[in-house]
């Protein structure tokens, strides 16, 4: 085994200032995803892709590697997760480091659950896939979605499943947001292709982080899965 997980943790944050260490109960979020990075025993290296010196202080504090820092380019508002891994691949490339796998795990994913983790890797292996990465059903059918208009006037988006029963209608699911498996031989400019496949999680392994209610959200389901 020789694989790499790449926690990608820019210093800026607009919508929740300083989000990648802000404490999340009792420690920095990015804490959470290092360390079940390395208690997973799947990873060669853990290591931390950032431009912020006090990120990286803290990252190698909870046991992560910071062997270099960002580049400006992929330090900005508009640097994509996909140029951060291929900047984070290359330069190991550039200093004759390979690995036969690598995952991405967000910082700010405190509920990832290492079972789930080590299966998104066990899938990867096993069906020599691009990439593998959680997802989870919408809550609510989208196929009874609405758009407003200028006036506030709701308009369906789908107007045909007006009259359809929901369990007649299609589960449709999103990103988890939390890790992505790949193999990175295979690494294009997405990690969403034909030969990429998912594993469902349920609704409570699962919460995006966008804002402070989200934050406490997050922090409820935390404690639920850990009887705190």
Avoid at 64 to 78: G, K, L, T
Avoid at 127 to 135: A, I, T
Wanted: hydrophobic content about 40%; charged content about 25%; some cysteine.
């Amino acid at each position: 085994m020789n694989n790499l997980a790449i926690i990608p943790a820019r210093g800026g944050s607009k919508r929740i200032p300083r989000k990648n260490i802000k404490f999340f109960l009792d420690k920095p979020i990015i804490a959470y995803s290092i360390e079940v990075a390395l208690k997973s025993g799947l990873f060669t290296e853990v290591m931390v892709s950032t431009d912020d010196d006090e990120i990286a202080e803290i990252a190698v504090k909870y046991g992560a590697s910071v062997p270099f820092i960002r580049s400006r380019e992929n330090a900005d508002d508009q640097a994509t997760t996909i140029a951060v891994l291929k900047e984070v691949i290359a330069t190991y490339i550039s200093h004759n480091k390979l690995f036969e796998y690598a995952c991405c795990i967000y910082p700010t994913a405190p509920l990832i659950n290492s079972a789930a983790l080590a299966s998104g890797y066990k899938y990867l292996q096993a069906e020599k896939l691009s990439s593998v990465f959680p997802v989870v059903e919408f809550t609510y059918p989208v196929w009874r979605g609405f758009k407003l208009d200028d006036s506030n006037t709701p308009r369906l988006v789908w107007p045909q499943y007006l009259n359809s029963r929901s369990q007649d209608l299609d589960k449709v699911y999103h990103d988890a947001g939390q890790w992505y498996w790949f193999d990175p031989g295979k690494l294009d400019d997405t990690l969403f292709t034909d030969n990429s496949k998912s594993i469902i999680l349920d609704e409570t392994q699962v919460q995006d982080i966008d804002n402070l209610t989200d934050w406490r959200m997050a922090e409820i389901k935390f404690k639920l899965l850990n009887d705190r």
